[in-house]
């Protein structure tokens, strides 16, 4: 497949009206989300949020709290200190930047995801244009937007700013600019363990071009670009212990997690499901095991209908996730399967799928973030 030429319409400050009306919708769903949860926090908690530092700190739960404390004190080789070091460093040294400008570094997480959200809407929207029309590339974002765990999107964690590397990255490569691909790459290999998935997945973006082509390129090398994002974590991890792969043995030694084979992670998620109580049986059984179904369906969907680097790239995330010896984030973890999107998309079409799927995003976004702001795990 020849790669898609960069065709775009007049702009304003670099956005068409396409664009805008991304950027519109993903500012709205983000306003109603954290007001929400503002709201949800007060009724079920019986509580008034009297300050911004009130309202910050309930976004500020679970794994935000870890990136805040990396941009504040950077990575500890001793005590609880050390646990952070699983957490890669491109989020908390974009938080530290910022800080020394607004000095909230827990405002500045909630800013720099506003910024990554609307980002990745923005370049979400533009890749999946080059193959679709322009309605239904929308929809997939909105439909991204909407997932019953898209409000990691608008709080403290580094997915917003991961998916729009790894979106970024997919654009450049479609568009033939190499160069863009690799780098972007890089820092989203910075940001998640999971982005040196990019390297197979451009790889196969870039058959894909010599089979349209027939010629080969040498800038298609770039995409080796990718594995130095790993690189500097692990530098990280050396520097700090001695060690370049710690946060490996970390996962292990405190979570219990480790790779298995993705049947092995399955078993355990149906035995947490039989016979936990029924509040961690229902959040971290069945929840996993029907995203991890889900995902599942979409790759195999993915795999017949769309392009084959998307294919790879959800197939290569849904293996490692389904692999954890211990997974209780896989409902979070599908947002950066992004083609899954395209997908709900397309089966939107039908007006009955369309006010279904939307029904089930809605309702559950509700709950879960509901439960998030009341510092209950949500994934």
């Known amino acids: ?17 396409s664009d805008w009306s991304i950027v519109a919708m993903v500012l709205i769903v983000k306003a109603a989300v954290l007001a929400f949860g503002a709201l949800s926090f007060e009724i079920t908690n019986d509580e008034p949020l009297g300050s911004l530092a009130h309202w910050l700190s309930l ?3 679970w ?24 957490f890669f460093p491109l989020y908390p040294m974009l938080i530290r930047a910022l800080a020394s400008v607004v000095h909230d570094a827990v405002l500045c997480a909630l800013l720099i995801s506003t910024v990554a959200s609307v980002a990745t809407g923005v370049v979400l929207g533009r890749l999946f244009a080059l193959d679709y029309p322009p309605r239904l590339a929308r929809r997939a974002v909105w439909f991204l937007f909407i997932f ?5 999107l608008h709080v403290g964690y580094s997915e917003s700013l991961f998916i729009a590397l790894v979106a970024g990255a997919f654009l450049a490569a479609r568009r033939a600019r190499w160069v863009e691909a690799g780098g972007l790459g890089a820092l989203a290999a910075m940001a998640r363990p999971n982005g040196i998935l990019l390297m197979p997945a451009l790889g196969v973006e870039a058959l ?31 520097r700090v212990t001695g060690d370049p792969l710690a946060f490996l043995h970390l996962e292990y030694a405190h979570w219990s997690n480790r790779m298995i084979a993705p049947w092995q992670g399955v078993a355990v998620n149906l035995g947490v499901a039989h016979t936990y109580n029924p ?19 979409g790759t195999i969907a993915a795999a017949a209908l769309l392009r084959p680097s998307y294919a790879a790239w959800m197939g290569l995330n849904w293996l490692v996730f389904a692999s954890q010896a211990w997974d209780i984030s896989a409902p979070r973890y599908l947002l950066v399967m992004f083609p899954l999107f395209i997908l ?11 006010t279904a799927i939307t029904v089930w995003s809605l309702l559950w976004l509700g709950m879960f973030t509901s439960e998030f702001v009341r510092g209950h795990w949500a994934f």
């Open 1 to 17: 497949m020849p790669p898609v030429p960069d065709r775009r319409p007049p702009t304003i400050l670099g956005l068409n009206a």
């Open 59 to 61: 976004w500020n739960r």
């Open 63 to 86: 794994d935000a709290p870890q990136y805040v404390l990396i941009a504040e004190h950077g990575y500890g080789a001793a005590g609880d200190a050390r646990l952070a070091l699983v």
């Open 148 to 152: 019953p765990t898209s409000y990691f």
């Open 208 to 238: 894909a071009e010599l089979w349209g082509t027939r010629r080969l390129e040498w800038r298609w090398l770039w995409t080796g670009a990718v594995v130095f994002g790993l690189g500097v974590h692990m530098l990280v991890n050396y």
């Open 279 to 297: 509040h961690d049986a229902a959040m971290i059984g069945t929840q996993i095991l029907f995203y991890l179904a889900v995902g599942l369906a």
């Open 344 to 354: 709900i998309a397309i089966l939107a079409r039908n007006r009955h799928w369309h």
